[in-house]
């Protein structure tokens, strides 16, 4: 451990500086009990922490999101936006599958047109030649007002919504938001984090960077049932 603690601490402070981060958290078994597998990556770098919690005590251990000062890319949990010092970016492959699923489950078709209009911006954004680092302004607007169109098509269908800002304190007898009313309310609040990446093509449509470095750990687990120790778990990840 002393001697990759130089490297694992240059990876850290080489993540802190990225224009771009993508963090992850998904479940390990560690002596039967749950903890928290804690990614942060870049193309070419990846961190991995391990904690018996998932929030922000656990963030704050793994030591990177505190002072980085650029744009995280994460799928919405909320401790993730704890830290506003940094730009914050939506994983859009998780909105498609929500949109589908509202789509199929609730028959919904403003779901199924949101979902198509991701894409299709996704398209424009890939179409956009260099040195460009945005869409054009015309672009832009144009597909904001389709954007704020869809959304207010969503909350037209869910007419007893009550359009709360997401987050906002649970009061005693507001009623359980459905599915499709969380996703909207998601959508309209957090509008510039949904369409960050055609703002600026640094920032990615989705989270799949963190996920795939997620899913190999998640491959070792399957095969060996969880690890035995938690020290043995951290020196897993140090070592990947």
Request: proline share 5%.
């Amino acid at each position: 451990e002393t001697c990759i603690a130089p490297s694992t601490e240059a990876v850290k402070g080489l993540l802190r500086d990225a224009e771009v981060l993508h963090v992850d958290e998904s479940g390990l078994r560690v002596r039967g009990t749950l903890h928290w597998l804690h990614v942060a990556s870049t193309e070419r770098l990846t961190s991995y922490a391990v904690h018996a919690k998932r929030g922000h005590e656990a963030m704050e251990a793994a030591g990177i999101l505190g002072p980085f000062r650029g744009t995280v890319v994460h799928d919405h949990w909320k401790p993730y936006f704890t830290y506003d010092a940094c730009a914050h970016a939506l994983c859009n492959a998780h909105h498609l599958r929500e949109l589908r699923y509202v789509a199929t489950q609730y028959h919904q078709g403003w779901a199924k047109d949101m979902a198509a209009l991701l894409v299709e911006i996704k398209a424009a954004v890939a179409a956009t030649p260099a040195p460009a680092m945005c869409l054009a302004l015309p672009e832009l607007l144009a597909f904001e007002t389709r954007y704020d169109a869809l959304v207010q098509a969503g909350f037209e269908a869910n007419p007893r919504a009550v359009a709360t800002a997401e987050g906002a304190p649970k009061k005693r007898g507001r009623p359980k938001q459905s599915p499709p009313v969380n996703l909207l309310i998601r959508l309209r609040d957090f509008k510039g984090q949904v369409l960050a990446f055609m703002s600026d093509f640094r920032v990615p449509f989705d989270n799949n960077q963190g996920e795939r470095d997620i899913r190999m750990v998640k491959v070792k687990q399957k095969v060996s049932g969880g690890f035995r120790t938690l020290d043995g778990a951290k020196q897993f990840g140090r070592i990947r």
